[in-house]
């Protein structure tokens, strides 16, 4: 299904003239369904923001899912991107490292794992053994490699271990899941279940964090190898001098980031650790 | 008690039993009402759920195809989000079951968890899945015996491909609120249409049972032979009622007409003994009498007799001649021959007594109805008008009305005197015409008993009453040329 709604998502872009979709004046920036996925109005501001910064246009592309999201990045169909750290990791051969968003001072970020406020005995991730157990996406770090990769060092198999397993395809809904009881367990981003937990508390309070997760990178924004040096560095000053002037201040507030930073490749490793656990790599 | 209720007057029974009707009948059409409304309510409940529930399926249909959990779960609370117009009621729960009839999920997940089995959710889905039926892919209400809630089942079904079924659950309790807001109207209603038809059928019954009730009380009094005749007031209308009272008033008339008539003959009877005892008396009396007299007056003849003895004869011979004079009137003799009656006769009357009116200032009324000779003896007749103007004219107060009226009609003469004095005792009723009956000081007592015999010995009838603020005496007297 994924795939074939993929396919119809990008299919009138594929149509659309080439000549139009080569125009350098256009920057187009995909988004996946991280935590911003629903702030429209944020996206919004953000978008005009660059636009005055970079002097183009500046196009947001939003998908339901990961894959869609890498699919566009693999066809070219877009420039940047914002990705999971998973995702990077898949695609590091058609794209490099733009800046990495800095979150409580570091470029890093967890896993947290989650179960409903009512459930008082959880203390560890194998205690959810037979439970319902909600995944974000398949191309989600904290929302499913994470997890699926701490029961396989427990010598678990991750596709048996639990009684059912279900996609939200987004960490605001898996912690929904989560709090309304649909789910006895999640293993959520930290950064979205701490913003959530600024701006709900309500929906937060009604969940329990078990587990923190060692640090991974933070999701990074990404440039696809074909987008040129200068627009690269344009783009890549851009975040980084947000924190700089009021306007970016204020959206990074929003964001509830504390700014972008330039990091090494390497940051990204042990995900791809994670992955040869599963044989991906 | 059944009996003391039968027994009650008719006067509350009659509004009782007309408000037991009405109450009864308000009550067994609010219930009806209600039925129905709850039926309806019910009806437009699963339809509206019907609806709801095929909208769903479709797209669950996909969601489950693919297995998509979260999908399912955003599909099944999407409608729930509170009562609207449209769906003024809430299903308690959703809820999707596989094939398996496995709870694939609910609305309420901590609840009802994924993965367990229907029939362990609660005991009423337990009847649900014994009462499961779904040959057809249509939706189909369930209501399993013995469970407090309604389960609206749709199969989860595309061109015959069922992935699961999605069951919406009612408690059958959340009818209630909606029930009890129409019972409210229709109490509201009921007591409206109360408080307008009680009063009109208490008045009614009232006015029904009111004339009855005066009947029977008044055939009791008929009953004690005091018969009262009714007020024509009371009930003016010719139907069974009104022609109870014609029929009562009628035999209430009859029975004081006897009753007065008995009366009549008693004193007559009375008046005929007690004539005839003055008549036997007068007559013992009267020989001798006739024999002293006689006896007197020749002993008077004599010269020689010496003045005490002559005074001593005066003296017994006007003893004697008062005893004749006493027997004289005991003794009323109506066979005198006399000339007729005249209008003049009345007119000498008039003037003889004017003297007595004027002195009590009286202003008497004289009407007389008589154009020529009427045959009747004229001095029996001056003496009954004489005696019954002169007992008027006693009777009224100093300056009070008083009137007498003579009537001529072919076959008698009627004679009606009235005076404004006191009304007569019933005592005095009875007794009025016997001989030495008075209420004065002075007066023998005899007038009225010689006019009684006079108008006995014409043939007439007498009486007295009391009516208004008059006394009144009635003499009618038959006349022979009519004959």
Not at chain 2, 180 to 208: C, F, H, K, Q
Request: aromatic share 8%; proline share 6%.
């Amino acid at each position: 299904m994924i795939r074939r709604r993929a396919f119809l998502s990008w299919l009138p872009l594929a149509l659309a003239s080439p000549r139009l979709l080569a125009a350098e004046t256009r920057v187009r920036f995909g988004m996946t369904p991280a935590f911003l996925h629903d702030q429209h109005g944020l996206l919004a501001d953000w978008r005009q923001y660059m636009e005055k910064r970079i002097g183009r246009r500046v196009e947001f592309v939003q998908r339901d899912s990961y894959r869609e999201t890498m699919d566009l990045l693999r066809l070219e169909k877009i420039d940047f991107a914002w990705i999971c750290d998973y995702p990077y990791v898949h695609l590091r051969k058609v794209v490099r490292l733009l800046a990495v968003p800095i979150y409580g001072g570091k470029p890093h970020y967890q896993a947290y794992l989650i179960v409903p406020a009512s459930d008082v005995h959880t203390a560890e991730l194998r205690q959810l053994k037979g439970r319902v157990f909600a995944y974000a996406d398949p191309y989600s770090n904290t929302g499913y490699l994470a997890p699926r990769f701490q029961l396989k060092q427990q010598a678990e198999d991750p596709a048996q271990f639990f009684g059912k397993t279900f996609f939200t395809y987004s960490h605001r809904k898996l912690i929904d899941a989560v709090a309304s009881g649909l789910a006895h367990g999640a293993s959520v981003d930290s950064y979205v279940w701490d913003t959530l937990n600024r701006l709900k508390p309500e929906v937060t309070r009604r969940t329990r964090i078990v587990e923190r997760s060692p640090a991974y990178g933070f999701p990074p924004l990404v440039a696809h190898r074909s987008v040129g040096q200068p627009l690269f560095l344009e783009m890549q000053q851009m975040l980084l001098s947000m924190k700089n002037d009021p306007e970016g201040q204020a959206l990074l507030a929003r964001l509830n980031l504390d700014g972008f930073g330039i990091e090494q490749d390497a940051l990204y490793d042990p995900v791809a650790e994670m992955m040869r656990a599963f044989g991906e790599v | 008690m059944m009996r003391a209720i039968f027994n009650l007057s008719f006067r509350y029974k009659m509004p009782l039993w007309g408000s037991f009707l009405i109450v009864t009948t308000a009550i067994i059409i609010s219930a009806t009402l209600l039925f129905r409304a709850y039926a309806d309510l019910k009806v437009d409940l699963l339809r509206n759920a019907a609806s709801q529930g095929n909208t769903l399926a479709i797209s669950l249909f996909k969601a489950l195809l693919h297995d998509d959990v979260w999908r399912a779960y955003e599909i099944i609370t999407a409608p729930f989000h509170g009562a609207t117009p449209e769906f003024p009621v809430q299903a308690e729960t959703l809820l999707v079951v596989n094939r398996t009839r496995h709870v694939y999920v609910s609305t309420r997940p901590e609840e009802i968890p994924m993965l367990t089995p229907l029939a362990r959710i609660a005991p009423d889905y337990a009847l649900l899945e014994a009462s499961w039926n779904l040959r057809d892919g249509h939706t189909r209400v369930i209501e399993p015996e013995g469970a407090g809630r309604i389960f609206v089942v749709t199969p989860i079904v595309e061109e015959s491909a069922e992935v699961g079924t999605l069951i919406q659950v009612f408690s059958k309790s959340v009818l209630i609120p909606r029930f009890l807001e129409s019972a409210d109207r229709a109490a509201m209603m009921a007591g409206l249409v109360l408080t307008i038809l009680l009063p009109i059928n208490w008045y009614w019954g009232r006015r029904t049972a009111e004339p009855l009730a005066t009947v029977a009380d008044s055939m009791e009094s008929l009953a004690r032979g005091e018969p009262q005749p009714l007020p024509a007031h009371v009930y003016a209308y010719h139907d069974e009622v009104g022609r109870l009272f014609e029929s009562y008033n009628r035999t209430a008339e009859q029975l004081r007409a006897k009753a007065s008539l008995e009366q009549e003959v008693l004193r007559s009877e009375r008046l005929a003994a007690i004539g005839r005892l003055a008549a036997g008396i007068a007559h013992e009396v009267n020989n001798p009498l006739a024999g002293m007299l006689t006896a007197i007056d020749t002993l008077k003849q004599r010269a020689d007799l010496d003045p005490k003895v002559l005074k001593t004869v005066g003296l017994v011979e006007r003893g004697l001649n008062q005893i004749a004079d006493a027997v004289r009137a005991l003794l009323v003799e109506a066979k005198v021959q006399s000339r007729s009656l005249a209008p003049e006769d009345v007119s000498d009357v008039q003037t003889l007594l004017h003297a007595q009116i004027a002195r009590k200032g009286l202003v008497f009324e004289w009407r007389v109805n008589m154009a020529s000779q009427v045959s009747l003896p004229a001095s029996l007749f001056r003496q009954v008008l004489i005696n019954l103007v002169l007992n008027a004219i006693q009777a009224a107060p100093e300056g009070g009305h008083a009137g007498v009226v003579v009537s001529v009609f072919p076959d008698r003469l009627t004679l009606d005197v009235r005076n404004e004095g006191p009304p007569l005792s019933d005592e005095l009723l009875q007794h009025l015409f016997e001989p030495f009956m008075t209420t004065r000081e002075s007066g023998h007592g005899l007038g009225l008993w010689v006019t009684y015999q006079i108008v006995r010995q014409l043939g007439g009838h007498i009486r007295a009453e009391n009516e208004d603020a008059a006394v009144r005496f009635f003499v009618q007297l038959p006349l022979e040329n009519a004959a």
